[in-house]
């Protein structure tokens, strides 16, 4: 085994909407070991999505309104991965 292979791999899933004042620090203030970060820009009409990439967040988008739909689309999109966050 590599140390690759042995490393775990931690995403969060941030859904934002409307966030774009507080959701570049919240990025920010991720610990270093988590492997990617994920903002699913919840329909917003500021700029959410930009101050996240911006932030270095993978930023996907949910045009559907709600919490739980865009906790969904990141799940979504994490399981597009052949290795699946531990």
């Known amino acids: 085994m590599t140390e690759e292979s042995l490393r775990v791999r931690v995403a969060v899933i941030i859904p934002a909407y409307n966030e774009q004042d507080a959701i570049g620090l919240v ?5 270093q ?6 903002v699913v820009d919840n329909a917003s009409t500021d700029e959410t ?9 993978t930023v996907i988008s949910q045009p559907q309104a709600g919490y739980g739909n865009a906790r969904l689309k990141g799940i979504e999109y994490l399981q597009k991965y052949d290795s699946h966050p531990d």
């Open 27 to 31: 990025v920010s203030e991720i610990p």
């Open 33 to 38: 070991y988590v492997t990617e970060i994920i």
């Open 49 to 57: 999505a930009s101050v996240a990439r911006r932030s270095g967040a």
